[in-house]
Structures are given as structure tokens and as C-alpha cells.
């Protein structure tokens, strides 16, 4: 079973940066396409980035422009730069494998990380 861990969030100031990292055992990771969701208070979970095995990215709308998505299948890391963070980026961060064409995801999820931006 692949465990996820998630770390780097905190609390920034609007306009600030953070980066998040994602490690994940098993030897499966290299292969799968891998995401990073965030879930805002009273809001359901939503994509925010993906990217592939071959690191083709694709990006929400939300913050396309502002964070990047990157992985190192050599570490079983997957990453997140959020860079000119907003106060509605405000969120719990997790990391997670889309099943492709649906909203399920393969892994169970992980504790997630808490992500602050005040204004």
C-alpha cells in the first residue's frame, strides 16, 4: 500500500511563496500520473496541478502562471512552488494519483498539509 506525506505548508503573507513536497513509498510512483488537490475551508477538494510520468504538466485555472508542479521519480517526490499566494489559496494541500477520466484517485490520502496566505 503507498503511504503519501505531505509537508511544507504554513503561514505566509499575500504575495509570498511556499513549496510543497510530496514522498510516497512504493516502487509504483515513477509510473503514475501524480497531483496535488487542496480542499479551502467549506469547499470540496479540487485539482490544482498535475503532471505525468513523462512530466507533462497541466494546470487549474486558479493558479496557472503562479505554482509549478515538478516530481523526482529517483525520490518518490512530487513538489509543489506556489509562488504570488493569495488568501484564497488558503487550503489543505495533499498529494494523490488521479485515475485518469475519473475523480477517484488511487492512493489513500494523506494527512495533507495546511497552507495560510493573510491578506
Known amino acids: 500500500q503507498v503511504q503519501l506525506v505531505e509537508s511544507g505548508g504554513g503561514l505566509v503573507q499575500a504575495g509570498g511563496s511556499l513549496r510543497l513536497s510530496c514522498t510516497a513509498s512504493g516502487s509504483t510512483f515513477s509510473i503514475n500520473t501524480m497531483a496535488w488537490y487542496r480542499q479551502g475551508p467549506g469547499k470540496e477538494r479540487e485539482l490544482v496541478a498535475r503532471?505525468?510520468?513523462?512530466?507533462?504538466?497541466t494546470y487549474g485555472d486558479s493558479v496557472k502562471g503562479r505554482f509549478t508542479i515538478s516530481r523526482d521519480n529517483a525520490k518518490n517526490a512530487l513538489y509543489l512552488q506556489m509562488n504570488s499566494l493569495k488568501p484564497e489559496d488558503t487550503a489543505v494541500y495533499y498529494c494523490?494519483?488521479?485515475?485518469?477520466?475519473?475523480?477517484?484517485?488511487?492512493?489513500?490520502w494523506g494527512q495533507g498539509t495546511q497552507v495560510t496566505v493573510s491578506s
Open positions: 503532471i505525468t510520468s513523462g512530466s507533462v504538466t
Open positions: 494523490n494519483a488521479p485515475l485518469e477520466g475519473t475523480r477517484l484517485v488511487l492512493f489513500s
